[in-house]
């Protein structure tokens, strides 16, 4: 027995594992069982309108993307987040610092996160918004480029909307980590506890994301549309298209189901890392 004991202490003992194996759990989870809520957004965000996007027709179309995608960006999402905080968090700080600490490992999380993030959401969009049948369709679209025109343009194509993407998750995440952390931490406090338990997680990553979600909407619905567009285009100049066009209810298509979805979305992903974390013996 104290052998079958001490081999697992030995798994989880280091923190950078539990981090890769809890965040690669809370992304698997979240996207997988979330899809339909995030295929309604994006239609509703496309500037072909929401029934010729596919309406509510194959909700699942490009779940195959995301089921790639979600473990390894969520995993490169926290090993990076939770390094970030043990080197830099002190037990010092003052709650404006502990934030800061927070802010600043959430961005440099997103920015490492989108490096797989990107590409899935360019393939998983396109075949949400009916362009192609399929995510391989998808893909295989942008692996032609590789033949016609060299790797150079389709690694262009297939990060298309980095910028974008980046300049939405840094404010969301900015948004949210330290609201959350700084929930967590009252409720441990309050509990004389280490760290939260995976329920507060998931109510306080339900309430910090989908308030986050509501400021970042806008920043989410140019990132589709650079995503969905037939040829590539500069954010400013499809920022003043969108505005000239459609006005400034543009920004905020799809709203409802976007704070929906990151509101339960919130619940379900951190919920479900402090689960992980706390039963590899991790306190985040």
Excluded at 143 to 149: D, E, M, T
Aim: charged share 15%; with cysteine.
């Amino acid at each position: 027995m104290a052998g079958v004991i001490q081999e697992k202490t030995s798994l989880v003992e280091s923190p950078y594992l539990r981090s890769l194996l809890a965040g690669a759990v809370a992304g698997t989870t979240v996207d997988t069982s979330l899809y339909p809520l995030d295929t309604l957004k994006t239609r509703l965000q496309s500037s072909t309108g929401f029934l010729a996007a596919g309406g509510f027709r194959g909700v699942y179309a490009g779940v195959g993307s995301a089921i790639v995608g979600s473990a390894p960006g969520a995993a490169l999402f926290f090993v990076t987040y939770d390094a970030m905080k043990r080197n830099f968090a002190n037990p010092a700080h003052t709650a404006t610092q502990a934030a800061g600490v927070h802010m600043v490992a959430a961005s440099l999380g997103e920015v490492a996160a989108c490096a797989v993030r990107v590409p899935t959401e360019v393939v998983k969009q396109r075949a949400q918004a009916k362009q192609y049948p399929s995510s391989r369709a998808a893909l295989a679209s942008i692996f032609v480029l590789r033949k016609s025109a060299g790797w150079g343009v389709m690694a262009k194509e297939l990060y298309r909307g980095w910028g974008i993407t980046v300049m939405r998750e840094v404010p969301f995440t900015v948004i949210q980590f330290p609201l959350w952390e700084g929930m967590k931490r009252w409720a441990a406090k309050r509990d004389g506890r280490d760290t939260a338990t995976a329920l507060q997680s998931a109510v306080f990553g339900s309430i910090t994301g989908g308030f986050a979600a509501a400021l970042t909407t806008p920043l989410d619905v140019l990132k589709t549309r650079m995503m969905l567009a037939k040829e590539k285009v500069s954010a400013s100049q499809l920022l003043g298209e969108i505005y000239r066009k459609e006005g400034m209810k543009a920004f905020f298509k799809g709203i409802e189901p976007r704070v929906t979805w990151i509101s339960i979305g919130g619940a379900v992903f951190l919920g479900s890392y402090q689960w992980a974390s706390n039963a590899l013996g991790g306190v985040n």
